[in-house]
């Protein structure tokens, strides 16, 4: 089971950015974000394979969103520019070993799961 240690959240003004961050205990997992609204379903935000070649971003934060990852780490980033109101939630970060070089945006494939770092945007 993997450690993962997020950071980053805060409250900051619509039009604003933050960098979230998350940090596992081992490497050569597949990661991604989550959030959760209070009555809402969680959402993927985006993921990133073991080797940062491949990311996947949802409809919601194209554009505006950029995943990263520094496996010298074993860290991951995500930088949110243009936010708005409906980015408020808890972020969670999550993992999974994956056979091949690959990561989703689905829960489902994820196995270990952080505590959450709270954003909140301000209209």
């Known amino acids: 089971q993997v450690q993962l240690v997020e950071s980053g959240g805060g409250l900051v003004q619509a039009g604003g950015s933050l960098t979230l961050s998350c940090t596992a205990s081992?490497?050569?997992?597949?990661m991604a974000w989550f959030r959760q609204a209070p009555g809402k379903e969680r959402e993927g935000v985006s993921c990133i394979s073991r080797s940062g070649m491949k990311t996947n971003y949802a409809d919601s934060v194209k554009g505006r969103a950029t995943i990263s990852r520094d496996n010298a780490k074993n860290t991951i980033y995500l930088q949110m520019t243009m936010l708005k109101p409906d980015d408020t939630a808890m972020y969670y970060c999550?993992?999974?070993?994956?056979?091949?070089?690959?990561?989703?945006?689905?829960?489902?494939?994820?196995?270990?799961w952080g505590q959450g770092t709270q954003v909140t945007v301000s209209s």
């Open positions: 999550a993992a999974f070993w994956p056979a091949l070089d690959r990561c989703s945006v689905s829960a489902a494939h994820y196995t270990d």
């Open positions: 081992e490497s050569d997992y597949a």
